[in-house]
């Protein structure tokens, strides 16, 4: 009877010391970015028919001159229209802003797929700030239409 006591006992606190482990555990792939490391959004098309939503992480050097800016996140098509009623796909845009504060093209992505969304990731060197516009876009491409706002997801005066 004791010996089974005992073996419960143990389970429990192996079973506990387990349990509060994993949490550090789960945390320790967004450790390397210590520096900064946030998630972002959602940010929206107009009207809503667009969204994406991420994560953002920003890594400097030991001498705090240069930077790499690494991006992850989801693009959902939100527009349960057909093509033939207008329906659009969603479309995402990312700009970078450099340390003399000059705005430039990074990355986009298109995802037509009502009611999914499509994964991204990217990295970026020596970025000062960074943003993102959601809209929509024609399946066969063509001008991005109903953006919403640019949205600033980082900049290095927040850190």
């Not at 479309?91 to 504060?101: L, M, P, Q």
Request: a negative charge; proline letters at 4%.
């Amino acid at each position: 009877m004791f010996k089974k006591i005992a073996t419960g006992a143990f389970a429990v606190a192996a079973t506990t010391a387990l349990a509060l482990a994993l949490p550090s555990a789960a945390n320790a792939s967004s450790s390397d970015y210590d520096d900064y490391s946030d998630s972002w959004g959602p940010v929206h098309s107009r009207y809503e028919l667009a969204k994406a939503e991420g994560w953002v992480g920003v890594n400097w050097d030991h001498h705090g001159e240069s930077n790499e800016v690494t991006v992850r996140g989801r693009l959902y098509d939100l527009d349960d229209r057909t093509y033939r009623q207008g329906g659009k796909c969603a479309f995402v845009k990312f700009e970078a802003g450099d340390f003399d504060h000059d705005w430039s093209p990074v990355y986009f992505k298109k995802y037509c797929g009502f009611p999914g969304y499509k994964r991204f990731s990217f990295q970026e060197h020596d970025i000062y700030s960074l943003r993102a516009k959601v809209c929509q876009i024609g399946p066969n491409g063509g001008h991005p239409t109903k953006c919403g706002r640019w949205e600033y997801l980082y900049t290095a005066e927040s850190e």
